[in-house]
Nanobody
Framework: QLVESGGGSVQSGGSLRLSCTAS????????TGWFRQAPGKEREAVAT???????TYASSVKGRFTISQDNAENTLYLQMNSLKPEDTAMYYC????????????????WGQGTQVTVSS
């Protein structure tokens, strides 16, 4: 079970940190990632992290967002800085049953999502 938290409403240029806590899984053994879906748009990958710590980001967030995980706490994070109105979306964490090339994997386990709204 994945549970996200940390969403909210901020002004453009602000920051938020999303968290995703897993029960029954060990993050360090699998691909983990953050995805988002804006109204009327398809879900898109935001950032993924391989079991060896390799990170991959969408070009639209590179340099502004940072994905990380705390294996001891079994928690995945997404630090979002310099937020823009176009970052407004429902954000989801997910796990794929793989260890590498995580950006390209199919993700099988999903959280319920947390809303991020950025106003101009």
């Amino acid at each position: 079970q994945l549970v996200e938290s940390g969403g909210g409403s901020v002004q453009s240029g602000g920051s938020l940190r999303l968290s995703c806590t897993a029960s029954g899984s060990t993050y360090s053994s699998y691909c983990t990632g953050w995805f988002r879906q804006a109204p009327g748009k398809e879900r898109e990958a935001v950032a993924t992290i391989d079991s060896d710590g390799t990170t991959t980001y969408a070009s639209s967030v590179k340099g502004r967002f940072t994905i990380s995980q705390d294996n001891a706490e079994n928690t995945l994070y997404l630090q979002m800085n310099s937020l823009k109105p176009e970052d407004t979306a429902m954000y989801y964490c997910a796990i794929a049953e793989a260890r590498v090339y995580c950006w390209y994997r199919r993700y099988n386990y999903w959280g319920q999502g947390t809303q991020v709204t950025v106003s101009s």
